[in-house]
Structures are given as structure tokens and as C-alpha cells.
């Protein structure tokens, strides 16, 4: 040994066959744990080694049909060893077949360059096998609803956005149609999973997950229907109030969220003010819920779809109107035409002045600091509309035990305003 290292060069395809090797092995470890299963480690590993030796002879030779051969060869070999299964009840071995010849495309991957994302699908692909019986307790639980609001989720993500044009149209350019329907699809999307994940926690979970995802879908839909409902159930009062106060306490979470995708540069500003709402409204709900009384008979709110196309349409022009009332006042009369809007609009939906302010911000009309105080305004305008809320369906009873909660916020998020929003 002369203490010399081999080249890069000549380790390269050791390293893509090892590769290979090791992604079949990760497979195959999960479905060795399969009775049913006629692959196990060792078919795996060999089929994912033999997935990067096709692609090497066929790259060697020029002759993409090698792999093609070998992909043929593997299926009609795996799918032999289920035929020949004689027992009556015997798994089919769909999950299995596919798997192989996953596997096998996987190492023909590794082979080409691709070993990063050949290792993050076969990862990927581990968990879904691993996880069957959570997956199927999954889908069982999902209602008609539920599956109609992931596809619709889908049909606005995947269908509607790629075909809108990305340019700015109208006075001011600020109207992009496929920026706009962008906005819904982040709003959509941060509401679906709260939809979901309410709809599949029940009425045995804890305050604090019924209220957090109810803020996700809409603080206002949860306020207005526990408000209601403690009203009708003097019993539901306390239970009602906390969730509706972690609810608003929610939605400062998801402002910051939105922030992060959609303006980062102005999070610098506006996490402070945020972070100063979140943090007194925390501190009360906690000194209050000390003695607060268990959630056996802890109720889910009926909530509407957040994915429907009539809502991503309603909110799709209200964004769109607010965006470019705010452009065009804030290039009239400066900031206080768009402060105007933010309290306006703050009334009817957080979100929508929010995503403006923030992408006004992001062109450059408006600093960090206007952007954030009308983000501040359209809180503390909604701050009051829910407490208006909590008095006119709560009674006089909801207010006066859970107003101040659902205000401290709101004078965390005005100090904050004072404080940090320049």
C-alpha cells in the first residue's frame, strides 16, 4: 500500500452499485416483515442491484432496450411466484409486484445520476408499505366529503393554476391571475388540512387540537359556532369560550405561515408584532385553564368546505378587489387609504388583506412597516368583530369570562405595533 486514495472517478460505480443494493435492502426489510409476501430481503436487494447493472449494459452498449428487457423480466418473475400460489385466501401481491418493480426502476435510477431522489422515493415508498394498517384506518375514517375536498384541493392546485396566465393585467399590474389563484391555493391549503385534521380528531380530543384546527378553517365559523352553542348549553360555556380563544390565538400562527411563503423579507418586522399578541394571549389562557373542566362531552363544529370552488372563487375576488383597492389608495392617499382597507376588510376576512399587503410589500409599493401595521389593523378589526360576536350570540356571561381573552391578543398585537412596526 502506498497510502494513496482510488480516484473519485473509479469509486463512482462501486458507489451506484452499492446504492442500488442498499435501496433494494430497504424495501425488502419492510415486506420480509409480510407472511404473505413472496419477495423478501434478499429478492429486493438483488432486484435493485440488478436495476443498476441493466442501466450500466445498456449505457455501455447504447441500447436502451436492456432495461426495458429486464423490467419485463422482473415483472413476469414476480408475478409467476403469485401465480403459482395454490392457497385459496392467499394475498394477491399487487402491493408486492409494484414494489419490485419500483425497486428495480429505482436502481436503473441510481445508475443514471438520480441516487438522491432514488433514495427519497424508496424511502417514501417504505413508509407507505410500512404504515398499510394506519393508511387503511385513514381512509376508512375519511368521509365522501372529505375525499370530494382533497380532490376538489387538486383540481384547483393542479388543473386551474397551470393554466392561468403570470402576468400582471389592469391598472397598476398588480392583478396576476395566476399569482391571485396562487393565494387561493395557500389559503385552500392551510385550511384543508385544519378540515381534515378537525374532522378526524372527534369529540375525544382536547381543547387545545379542536381549537387549533378550527383556527386553521376559520377562527370566525369556530367563534360563531361555539358562541352559539354555549348560548343553547350553559354546561359547553367553558369549554366553548377556551376553544374559541385558542382558535384566535391560532390565527397569529397562521398569518406568520403565510408570511413566510409569501413575503419573508418582511417577517423580520412582523413576527415581533405577532409574536407579542401570541405571547399575552397565551399567558392568560393558560393561568385559565388551570381549573378549566375536562372535554368528555367536547363538540365538533360543523364547518364548511374550504376547498369548494365557490369559496376559492369568493375568495379569489375578494383578494383580488382588495389587493387593487389597496394599490390604488395607497398610491392616492399613502398608507392611510390602505390602513382604511385593512380595517374594512378585516372585518370579513384576515387573510385576503394580509396576502395583499404582504405582495405589495414584495413589489416594493409599500415598506415592511406599512405592510405589517395593516396586517396588525385587519387582526385588531377582527379582534372586535368576534367579540361582537361572543356578546350578541355568547350572552352577557360569554363575554364578560371570555372577552378579555379573546382581546389580549389584540392589545399584545397593538403594543407590538407600537413597538416594532416602523
Known amino acids: ?26 424495501l425488502g426489510l419492510q415486506r420480509e416483515k409480510t407472511p404473505s409476501a413472496k419477495a423478501g430481503l434478499r429478492t429486493f436487494g438483488l432486484v435493485g442491484l440488478f436495476g443498476t447493472v441493466a442501466a450500466l449494459v445498456a449505457d455501455a452498449l447504447g441500447n436502451a432496450w436492456i432495461v426495458a ?94 393554466l392561468l396566465p403570470d402576468r400582471g393585467i389592469g391598472p397598476y399590474r398588480v392583478l396576476n391571475p395566476h399569482h391571485v389563484w396562487l393565494m387561493v391555493v395557500l389559503v385552500s391549503g392551510v385550511s384543508l388540512i385544519g378540515y381534515l385534521a378537525l374532522r378526524l380528531a372527534g369529540t375525544q380530543r382536547s381543547l387545545l387540537l379542536v381549537g387549533a384546527f378550527g383556527g386553521l378553517v376559520s377562527s370566525t365559523a369556530t367563534t360563531l359556532v361555539y358562541a352559539r352553542e354555549a348560548h343553547a348549553r350553559p354546561a359547553m360555556l367553558p369549554i366553548g369560550g377556551a376553544i374559541i380563544v385558542i382558535a384566535n390565538l391560532v390565527v397569529l400562527v397562521r398569518l406568520a405561515v403565510m408570511s413566510a411563503v409569501v413575503a419573508p ?116 378589526a377582527a379582534v372586535a368583530f368576534k367579540l361582537g360576536l ?11 369570562r371570555f372577552g378579555p381573552l379573546v382581546a389580549a391578543p389584540g392589545i399584545g398585537v397593538a403594543a407590538g405595533l407600537l413597538l416594532f412596526a416602523r
Not at 494513496?4 to 435501496?23: D, H, S, V, Y
Not at 392568560?284 to 363538540?299: K, Q
Not at 375578494?318 to 378585516?346: D, I
Open 265 to 380: 423579507g418582511a417577517l423580520l418586522v412582523l413576527l415581533p408584532v405577532l409574536g407579542t399578541g401570541l405571547a399575552l394571549g397565551a399567558a392568560l389562557l393558560v393561568r385559565r385553564r388551570r381549573n378549566a373542566p375536562a372535554t368528555a362531552d367536547l363538540a365538533t363544529p360543523e364547518l364548511s368546505n374550504p376547498t369548494s370552488l365557490r369559496v376559492a372563487v369568493g375568495f379569489g375576488v375578494l383578494y383580488a378587489v382588495v389587493l387593487f383597492v389597496s394599490a390604488w389608495l395607497s398610491e392616492r392617499v399613502g398608507a392611510g387609504g390602505l390602513y382604511a382597507v385593512a380595517v374594512v376588510s378585516g372585518f370579513v376576512d384576515v387573510d385576503a388583506i394580509t396576502l395583499s399587503s404582504l405582495n405589495l410589500f414584495s413589489d416594493g409599493s409599500i415598506s415592511a412597516g406599512v405592510a405589517v401595521v395593516a396586517v396588525g389593523l385587519a387582526y385588531l
Open 69 to 162: 428487457t429486464g423490467l419485463a423480466l422482473v415483472g413476469l418473475m414476480i408475478v409467476a411466484a403469485y401465480h403459482r400460489t395454490e392457497e385459496p385466501e392467499a394475498d394477491s401481491g399487487t402491493t408486492t409486484v409494484i414494489a419490485v418493480l419500483l425497486c428495480y426502476g429505482l436502481g436503473v435510477m441510481v445508475w443514471h445520476d438520480r441516487s438522491q431522489l432514488a433514495v427519497s422515493v424508496a424511502i417514501v415508498a417504505t413508509l407507505l408499505l410500512h404504515f398499510k394498517t394506519e393508511l387503511h384506518g385513514l381512509s376508512a375514517r375519511l368521509s365522501r366529503q372529505d375525499v370530494a375536498s382533497i380532490l376538489q384541493f387538486a383540481v384547483l392546485t393542479f388543473i386551474i393554476l397551470p
Open 1 to 26: 500500500m502506498d497510502g494513496t486514495f482510488l480516484p473519485f472517478e473509479q469509486l463512482a460505480t462501486p458507489l451506484k452499485l452499492l446504492t442500488g443494493l442498499a435501496i433494494g435492502l430497504l
Open 390 to 400: 361572543l356578546g350578541f350570540l355568547g350572552g352577557r356571561e360569554m363575554l364578560a
